[in-house]
């Protein structure tokens, strides 16, 4: 039970990978705070997994405002945050740049970006105070390199990145680490819209091409994602910071 007593926040948990590592963690002991604007798919999760002692906080991750309220209910109940998944996050309209509007662009960045920005500006002030503390972003190989019909996506992914970085370094001092991940494609709902967009006729066609060029050949799990985030939370990975780990099934070495 290596997150026995640890209370962790999970934002985009009603979603399909913050649902698997809400899972792998509460089997690891955790008290959860899963957060999300979807509070029918956030109460639903949280009956699916069975979960001991949780609370749940509908929030928009766009909002500074109710970020803030999330950390403190947090602090309210639990009085401490070992671990916070910054992981909610949209895909955006899909079309090339040239055909995206500034409203599109402008919610990518608001959820992706300033949501993110306020998550570690807020979980940070009080793990800053604890002197401890986990943090792993959720970024993407579009994080990485260039995502055709995905700009926006791409362009907020890699700020996930200097987000991390900079964190990392601002307070390894006080004993907190800062990790992102950066997942090809997994196997939730944000992959089966994109391939039905793609291809809408037949979105198996569309994974099918896919995954002929992931060397491994198939999607992630999401469970084989959280598996990840709780390595990268946990004492095994202690001088681990300011890390970016692709979980691509080999994408970004093609
Ligand atoms: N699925 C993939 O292929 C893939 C690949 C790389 C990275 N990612 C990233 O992983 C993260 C999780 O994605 P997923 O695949 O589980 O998708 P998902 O759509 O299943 O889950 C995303 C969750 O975020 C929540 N959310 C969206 N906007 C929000 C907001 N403003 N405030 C609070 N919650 C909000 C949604 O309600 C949803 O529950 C995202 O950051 C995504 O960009 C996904």
Do not use: W
């Given at each position: 039970m290596e997150f026995n007593d640890k209370v962790v926040l999970i934002t985009g948990a009603a979603g399909g990978i913050g649902k698997e590592a809400a899972r792998l963690f509460h089997q690891q002991g955790a008290k959860l705070v899963l957060i999300d604007l979807n509070q029918e798919a956030l109460e639903k999760t949280a009956l699916e997994l069975?979960?001991?002692?949780?609370?749940?906080?509908?929030?928009?991750?766009?909002?500074?405002?109710?970020?803030e309220s999330y950390v403190q209910a947090a602090i309210d109940k639990y009085n401490k945050i070992d671990v916070f998944f910054n992981n909610a996050g949209v895909e955006g309209k899909f079309g090339k740049l040239t055909e995206t509007t500034a409203e599109t662009f402008g919610t990518v960045l608001d959820v992706n970006v300033k949501g993110v920005f306020y998550g570690?500006?807020?979980?940070?002030?009080?793990?800053?105070?604890?002197?401890?503390?986990?943090?792993?972003?959720?970024?993407?190989?579009?994080?990485?390199n260039g995502s055709p019909g995905l700009g926006a996506y791409s362009a907020s992914k890699h700020a996930v990145i200097g987000l991390t970085k900079t964190a990392s370094v601002e307070v390894a001092?006080?004993?907190?680490?800062?990790?992102?991940?950066?997942?090809?494609?997994?196997?939730?709902?944000?992959?089966?819209?994109?391939?039905s967009i793609k291809s809408p006729d037949d979105p198996g066609k569309a994974r099918r091409t896919y995954e002929q060029k992931i060397?491994?050949?198939?999607?992630?799990?999401p469970a084989e994602i959280a598996e990840l985030v709780l390595f990268l939370c946990s004492d095994k990975s202690s001088y681990i910071t300011g890390g970016v780990y692709e979980i691509d099934g080999g994408l970004t070495a093609t």
């Open positions: 069975d979960l001991g002692d949780y609370m749940i906080c509908v929030a928009d991750v766009r909002s500074e405002e109710s970020v570690l500006k807020h979980v940070l002030k009080v793990m800053e105070k604890q002197n401890f503390g986990n943090i792993v972003n959720t970024s993407s190989v579009a994080g990485c001092g006080k004993g907190i680490r800062v990790n992102a991940i950066c997942p090809a494609p997994v196997n939730t709902r944000m992959m089966e819209e994109l391939d060397p491994l050949r198939r999607y992630a799990e």
